[in-house]
């Protein structure tokens, strides 16, 4: 099980910190992404981490500006999210994969969270 937190309104420029606990799974051994989906749009990919921390991919459009971490002692994994547009608002949504190097596309990851929802304001 996937919990993620951390939405809310915010103005364009601010921050916002995502977070999501796992349990139920080998979280260690778990590579983590986030992915994204904005009304009347596919959900898309944001971020993965792999198992340690040691590999990390981020889509273009978010480079720069967002930083996903993870902290395995507490089964959790964070997106730190800065320099906001309102293009960002979108449902966000953790997912966990058990591969070893995070992927870009939905159907590599088999684990889901409910999602949160992020507004950023003009």
């Known amino acids: 099980q996937l919990q993620a937190c951390g939405g809310g309104l915010v103005q364009a420029g601010g921050s916002l910190r995502l977070s999501c606990v796992a349990s139920?799974?080998?979280?260690?051994?778990?590579?983590m992404g986030w992915f994204r989906q904005a009304p009347g749009k596919e959900r898309e990919f944001v971020a993965g981490?792999?198992?340690?921390?040691?590999?990390?991919k981020y889509a273009d459009s978010v480079k720069g500006r967002l930083a996903i971490s993870r902290d395995n002692a507490k089964n959790t994994v964070y997106l730190q999210m800065n320099s906001l547009k309102p293009d960002d608002t979108a449902v966000y949504y953790c997912?966990?994969?058990?591969?070893?190097?995070?992927?870009?596309?939905?159907?590599?990851?088999?684990?889901w969270g409910q999602g949160t929802q992020v507004t950023v304001s003009s």
């Open positions: 997912a966990a994969d058990r591969s070893v190097v995070p992927g870009v596309f939905e159907g590599q990851y088999d684990y």
């Open positions: 981490i792999g198992w340690s921390g040691g590999s990390i």
């Open positions: 139920g799974l080998t979280f260690s051994r778990s590579v």
